[in-house]
């Protein structure tokens, strides 16, 4: 869909320190293949006080501080997780409404896996077009992967998991840049590809050593030969539709993929990007910010957000240059955002 008044006015980040490769491996806690496959230098991992929720509640500040909104401008608060929340019976999105919007506009969960914040903002979107007096939407993401559920070096070949939260504001007033097109697509037939042929549970039990800790991959390679399809079928199914999703978001954004000065997808390893988002595209690495990606890991439906803050916090977002964003989730579903710099962001140090 294409958007003609729509603005993101803030992002904001934060993301804990990094352990590095040399770490991981010395620790026994990876393998020098897993470099060599990934590309990945080090990962962004929480400490003991570092929370999803407080993790949330640092990115959502600082991004409501830059978009010079007032708490009262917020119409909706949306918060995107692709794992735990911090606690099992209680509402993580009315805690980060309470603390970052001071009780106003409403609050939801946004539960699209690692494309979470993304679909977000389509929703966001058609809710401050919806006739509301509020101008402003929030969307917050974070996700902390541990053990027992998460082993964050090996849960999936192709990638690492960090650690962190992220965060923007979305304006109907202004901005540094504007939203000029969100596309949204998705192939739930998919879905056996994280599931394979596992029963359902009644509750989550780590101690469960058939399906703890996750393995995606085992999970993923368990589908492709019950259904028959192979490997290859599953990622050429997936890359058909991500091509479709970039390509219409560029068609619908009036511009051509060519044209885009920076690329935003999950934070995939270096030969996991390759096959799944690069080479189905035709487009060079160097046009991501890879250097980022590489220190921080894939932080479930942080990625993107964190990415843009981060390309504004290096004064690498100039007016009249496009951005384009895109979030895949399991399941499978794809959002693809393009955008266009108006000013450079002004960068905000502290949320406090």
Do not use: C
């Not at 992002?11 to 770490?23: I, L, M, N």
């Not at 970052?100 to 914040?117: F, W």
């Not at 993923?220 to 999703?245: C, H, K």
Request: without cysteine; proline residues 4%; negative net charge.
């Amino acid at each position: 869909m294409r958007h003609e008044d729509l603005y993101i006015a803030g992002v904001g980040s934060w993301y804990p320190k990094p352990v590095t490769a040399d770490e991981a491996i010395e620790a026994g806690l990876w393998d020098e293949a897993g470099r060599r496959r990934t590309g990945q230098v080090s990962a962004a991992v929480a400490g003991d006080d570092d929370t999803q929720p407080e993790m949330a509640v640092r990115a959502g500040k600082l991004a409501v501080r830059q978009s010079g909104h007032a708490e009262s401008d917020f119409g909706v608060l949306m918060h995107a997780a692709a794992g735990f929340n911090g606690l099992d019976g209680w509402n993580i999105t009315s805690y980060l409404q309470h603390e970052i919007l001071a009780g106003h506009g409403l609050s939801m969960e946004v539960r699209q896996q690692s494309n979470g914040a993304m679909v977000a903002i389509e929703l966001a979107a058609a809710y401050l077009a919806a006739g509301t007096d509020r101008t402003a939407a929030l969307i917050t993401a974070s996700d902390r992967f541990v053990l027992p559920v998460w082993d964050r070096w090996r849960a999936y070949a192709g990638l690492v998991l960090g650690d962190g939260a992220s965060a923007a504001v979305l304006s109907r007033r202004s901005g540094f840049a504007r939203v000029l097109s969100v596309v949204t697509r998705s192939r739930p037939e998919l879905e056996r590809a994280q599931r394979a042929d596992l029963p359902f549970k009644p509750y989550a039990d780590p101690h469960d050593t058939d399906l703890y800790p996750i393995s995606l991959i085992r999970r993923m390679q368990d589908y492709a030969a019950a259904s028959g399809m192979g490997m290859s079928g599953v990622f050429r199914r997936m890359n058909e539709t991500l091509v479709e999703t970039v390509n219409t978001a560029a068609e619908e954004a009036g511009t051509r993929l060519a044209d885009v000065e920076h690329l935003i997808f999950p934070s995939f390893g270096r030969q996991m990007m390759q096959q799944e988002v690069l080479g189905p595209l035709g487009i060079d690495k160097e046009r991501t910010p890879w250097q980022w990606v590489a220190e921080v890991g894939h932080v479930g439906a942080t990625d993107q957000f964190g990415a843009l803050d981060h390309l504004g916090r290096a004064g690498l977002l100039q007016p009249g240059q496009r951005v384009m964003m895109t979030g895949i989730g399991l399941g499978f579903n794809w959002t693809t955002a393009v955008i266009e710099i108006l000013e450079p962001p002004v960068t905000v140090e502290s949320a406090l």
